[in-house]
């Protein structure tokens, strides 16, 4: 057996399948196994894992903890699992996208004589697939991370879904780390730089979904705060653990990475300073807008009144002129109907026919 490829899953329902199809869609001129573990899930992970275990009994394993053991342990307790010279590490949101991933490293390590550890160029998502971020190493998203001294101070990460490193390496270093790490991979990368170089293929081969609430991404201040000190702790602890390295050099990427912390401070410092002017401003053109509707409002009143002021006269008189109108109209017609106005009438019509 080639390759042993490792996958961890703890509630990972949606995204699961499409990472055991990328396993198996994997082109090689070498047998693989893919092994899962289910860390205790509590939705429909288990039974998707179950079905591509009967499926496809002579190449999936499957495991399941009772309960829930958290990644460290579980990583740990299945890493021992693995038959094949080589262990490639995948979690069960990520997926591969590359059919010849497994293919290519293996020609990277086997043709190494100083490499037992290999790595790839990767993309981003969000929780839909939709792209974020392509090629994260080459654009700068995350560190290209290369040394045991980069790691502890920059915290970096070598995108653990794209592993693929010595079987025996791994199950050693797997054994060194603390079970209550609350990041086995950074523990994991530290123990591995100690001992080999990393083989960096450039090719994107995998895709890292953006899973905000992961033990990566938290989203409250306390289990961010859990997880910042986890990974403090880990520091002091390797710092201690192998005090002979080159501490100078580590120093100069600490004041480095201090500077550079600095300046994004001092940029998010302008931009709160810049929102805030903006809603000031904002404040201040709705202060000036409720103003004018309510200036606006009271005008309205005041020519409402006024129109029914007028309206009220004018009915008023026309009502009068009616009454004139009426009354002229009575003494018209008392006087087109009088005698005086008939015989007179009748005299000059009399004239007229007579010429």
């Known amino acids: ?186 523990e994991l990368q530290l123990e591995l730089f100690k001992r080999t170089k990393i083989s960096f293929l450039s ?15 938290p989203m409250t201040l306390e289990t961010a705060e859990k997880r910042f000190t986890g990974i403090l702790n880990s520091q002091i602890k390797y710092l201690n653990k192998y005090p002979n390295q080159d501490i100078k050099r580590m120093l100069h990427l600490a004041l480095v990475k201090d500077r550079d912390l600095d300046i994004l401070v001092f940029k998010k410092d302008r931009q709160i300073e810049d929102l805030n002017r903006q809603i000031e401003d904002l404040n201040s053109r709705l202060n000036q807008v409720s103003r004018i509707s309510h200036d606006q409002s009271e005008y309205i009143e005041v020519l409402k009144k006024e129109k029914e002021e007028i309206l009220t006269n004018m009915t008023s008189e026309l009502n009068r002129i009616q009454i004139l109108y009426d009354d002229l109209q009575k003494q018209y017609n008392s006087v087109v109907t009088s005698k005086r106005w008939t015989i007179p009438t009748k005299i000059i019509n009399f004239f007229r026919r007579s010429k």
């Open 203 to 217: 090719d994107s081969t995998t895709v890292y979904r953006m899973n905000l609430g992961s033990d990566s991404k």
């Open 1 to 186: 057996m080639k390759v042993s490829i490792i996958c961890t899953n703890f509630n990972k329902g949606d995204w699961v399948r499409e990472a055991i199809d990328s396993f198996l869609n994997q082109e090689t001129n070498f047998d693989f196994e893919i092994i899962i573990i289910d860390d205790a899930s509590t939705d429909h992970s288990y039974e998707i894992i179950q079905e591509y275990q009967n499926k496809f009994p002579e190449k999936v394993r499957t495991f399941r903890n009772e309960v829930n053991l958290g990644i460290t342990k579980t990583w740990k307790k299945i890493c021992r699992e693995a038959k094949g010279q080589y262990i490639a590490r995948c979690d069960s949101d990520d997926f591969w996208t590359d059919p010849l991933k497994l293919q290519k490293q293996v020609d990277l390590l086997d043709a190494s004589s100083d490499s037992l550890w290999s790595n790839t160029e990767f993309d981003m998502v969000d929780l839909d697939g939709n792209l974020i971020q392509k090629d994260a190493f080459a654009n700068k998203a995350l560190p290209l991370i290369d040394s045991y001294e980069e790691m502890l101070v920059m915290k970096g990460m070598t995108m653990a879904s794209t592993w693929l490193v010595d079987t025996a390496l791994m199950q050693e270093v797997s054994a060194q780390i603390s079970d209550t790490a609350v990041d086995d991979t950074f």
